[in-house]
């Protein structure tokens, strides 16, 4: 996971762990940190669909796994 500022937005993104993973996740803008464990960290952010005036946001939750 890489995080970067975007205007005034946090931004994380997922890399594909491997090369077969060609389909990433859409970026999460302004993620916050839900709940953290030994297995998991759970993010909670909105994505964003589409471009411009016609863009619609969508609250978004990441659950990731570790190891």
Avoid at 9 to 25: G, I, N, S
């Amino acid at each position: 996971m890489r995080t970067y500022q975007q205007q005034c937005h946090l931004v994380a993104t997922l890399e594909p762990a491997l090369p077969r993973d060609a389909r990433p996740l859409p970026p999460l803008y302004d993620p916050k940190l839900v709940l953290i464990s030994p297995q998991s960290i759970r993010l909670m952010g909105f994505e964003k669909m589409g471009n411009g005036e016609n863009a619609t946001t969508y609250m978004q939750e990441w659950l990731c796994a570790t190891g």
